[in-house]
């Protein structure tokens, strides 16, 4: 992994941040994306000291295809050619019902765990073809298997990554790259703060009697997949806490 440029939307918390470690403690430079430019900053102080890495900050939101066709196509010398594409930024807000939901929250969520994810895909996956190298891993979720009361919305992005996870492994199938799609369970991060819309303690009950995975429990399925050999291609991990065996069991009342 040594040198290898590894690009990792939604970096700032939680799996993402755990990939940036994972990938930085692995000799990796990284291109690290979020919209929280400070947690940026410190983490780029603290992975270049900490591992002797170099790290490129592309501060944008994945919704704004602008934006990031403008940095992603500036972006010059070595940090041009991405070996690894780690399509992780998304969110949900809310445990609504589908015939109560609030609309414009979910165009949040669709626009980012879809639109956005395919809008970097598109700028990226070129370069990795025209190079014939690269690794695309989409970070999925049980959510997208089967859906879940309150959860319905966000779960059809879900299965929406798996379907466009297999589409571009079809699509890419007479190339050296890879796809991906990991799909993590419970994972204790910053991801319940946002589904509770900030309260904190709604978010830490949501764990209560299960120890859930970390972020960087799920960077180490991320990275064994982009550490395979290149003619191994992990389709897809799905990695659960212990006493997780469904989708269903992550439903909380509000
Ligand atoms: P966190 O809330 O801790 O992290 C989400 C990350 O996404 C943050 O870095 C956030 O950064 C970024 N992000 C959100 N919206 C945007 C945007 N529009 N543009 C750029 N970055 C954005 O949650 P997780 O780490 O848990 O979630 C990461 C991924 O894992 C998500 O796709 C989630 O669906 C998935 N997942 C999570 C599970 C869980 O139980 N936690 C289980 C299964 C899958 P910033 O605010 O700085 O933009
Ligand atoms: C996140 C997992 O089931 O807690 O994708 O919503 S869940």
Known sequence: MKDKIIFITGATSGIGEGCARKF????????????????????KVELEA???????????????????????????????????LVNNAGLVIGFDKEFEGVLEEWDIVIDTNIKGLLNITRLVTPGMVQRGV?????????????????GSVYCATKAAVKTLSDGLRQDLVDTPLRVTNIKPGLVETNFSVVRYRGDKEAADNFYKGIKPLSGSDVAESVYFAASAPAHVQVAEILVLATNQATSNVTYRAV
């Open 24 to 43: 930085a403690s692995e000799g990796a430079n990284l291109i690290l994306n979020g919209r929280n430019q400070d947690k940026l900053n410190e983490l």
């Open 50 to 84: 900490d591992f002797g890495i170099e790290v490129l900050l592309l501060p944008f939101d994945v919704r704004d295809r602008e934006r990031a066709k403008v940095e992603i196509e500036s972006l010059e010398g070595k940090w041009k050619s991405i070996d690894v």
């Open 134 to 150: 690269g690794h695309i891993i989409n970070i999925g979720s049980i959510a997208g298997d089967a859906a879940y009361p309150g």
